[in-house]
């Protein structure tokens, strides 16, 4: 049974850093497609970055409003992906949610939450002074 499991959460000042993880377990995502989503109360979830292996690499994509702030990483060692968030601002105040796909997702399919198979539990993340 896959599991995904996500940490590293919690309050942060404007400005500041945190570090997502989430540890997959029960299955390998290798040559899968594992991202990142979030949601902000009262909205919907959204896509924050993505991470899948292609053309002999491992390609990273990221919405326009994080782009340049986070960065998505993977262990391929330890079956876990990281968002590393920087200069956050109140605005990404949100629930967290790692998602994973055993396959490798076209381009035009990451953006979509549907098209992910496993979740994890989700993690709050708050920015505030």
């Known amino acids: 049974q896959v599991q995904l499991v996500e940490s590293g959460g919690g309050l942060v000042q404007p400005g500041g850093s945190l570090r997502l993880s989430c540890a997959a377990s029960?299955?390998?995502?290798?040559?899968?497609?594992m991202g990142w989503f979030r949601q902000a109360p009262g909205k919907e979830r959204e896509f924050v970055a993505a991470i899948r292996w292609s053309g002999g690499n491992y390609n990273q994509h990221y919405t326009d409003a994080v782009k340049g702030r986070f960065t998505i990483a993977r262990d391929k060692a330890k079956n876990t992906v990281y968002l590393q968030m920087n200069s956050l601002k109140p605005e990404d105040t949100a629930v967290y949610s790692c998602?994973?796909?055993?396959?490798?997702?076209?381009?035009?399919?990451?953006?979509?939450?549907?098209?992910?198979?496993?979740w994890g539990q989700g993690i709050q993340v708050t920015v505030s002074s």
């Open positions: 029960g299955g390998t995502f290798g040559s899968g497609t």
């Open positions: 998602a994973a796909h055993s396959s490798r997702l076209i381009l035009s399919s990451i953006w979509n939450g549907e098209n992910y198979s496993y």
